[in-house]
């Protein structure tokens, strides 16, 4: 089935580890987005992607980092520069067209 | 700096009845719009979307209308049923833009009430 896929659902960081969130779709759109929901709150973008080896910083960039080498792929890597990652995390991607964008289920990540 | 907005935090219906939701948007250049529900846990689904050619727009019990004179957006469910019970968010985008970022209203809590 096509869709977008993330993993882990559930993840925990120390203190002063970098992490990494996958995001991957089958879905042949070419751009990718990471939004971060805090509880209570809306979704507010991290980065996103229009094609392969180009992204754009988002309204909250700091302490995150992207990589884009695949069309299928767009990880998203939470470092120890991030204060306060605790969060639920949700990638998405859109196809031509600027239609809507499709979501992955999530994935929330805890520091310890 | 511009963003997009929703008028109530939390809305409690009863089971049968009617829901508007609304949003607010001032991005002047906002052509294109969607609405998702999220259930907890849950990635958001989409749920219906309208360009800025259009006022009104339906699908399956639900109806969004756009008034891009007042910059309003509202979603309205019909015969609100339990698994209506979600958090309902707006979005915008311009779509002239190439990099068509969606942003993101704060939501709406819907509560569906017997």
């Known amino acids: 089935d096509g869709g977008i896929t993330q993993s882990p659902k559930y993840l925990f960081r120390k203190e002063g580890q970098n992490v990494t969130l996958s995001c991957e779709q089958n879905?042949?759109?070419?751009?990718m987005y990471w939004y971060r929901q805090d509880p209570g709150q809306g979704l507010r973008l991290i980065y996103y992607?229009?094609?392969?080896?180009?992204?754009q910083k988002g309204d909250i960039a700091e302490g995150y980092s992207v990589s884009r080498e695949k069309k299928e792929s767009f990880p998203l890597t939470v470092t120890s520069a991030q204060k306060n990652p605790t969060a639920f995390y949700l990638c998405?991607?859109?196809?031509?067209?600027?239609?809507?964008?499709?979501f992955g289920q999530g994935t929330r990540l805890t520091v310890v | 700096g511009e963003s997009v907005g929703l008028h109530l935090p939390t809305l409690s219906v009863q089971e049968g009845d009617n829901s508007i939701i609304n949003c607010a948007y001032s991005?002047?250049?906002?052509?294109?719009f969607i609405w998702y529900k999220q259930e907890s846990g849950k990635g958001p689904q989409f749920i219906i979307d309208?360009?800025?050619?259009?006022d009104k727009r339906q699908g399956q019990r639900v109806t969004v209308l756009l008034n891009k004179t007042v910059k309003h957006l509202s979603l309205q469910i019909a015969a609100t049923q339990p698994g209506d019970s979600a958090v309902y968010f707006c979005?915008?985008?311009?779509?002239?833009?190439?990099?068509?970022?969606?942003?993101f209203g704060a939501g709406t809590q819907v509560v569906v009430t017997p």
């Open positions: 879905l042949n759109h070419d751009a």
């Open positions: 991005n002047s250049a906002s052509d294109y």
């Open positions: 992607s229009q094609i392969v080896n180009d992204f």
């Open positions: 309208i360009r800025s050619n259009m």
């Open positions: 979005a915008e985008a311009v779509t002239t833009d190439s990099w068509g970022k969606l942003q």
């Open positions: 998405a991607s859109r196809g031509p067209g600027n239609t809507e964008a499709f």
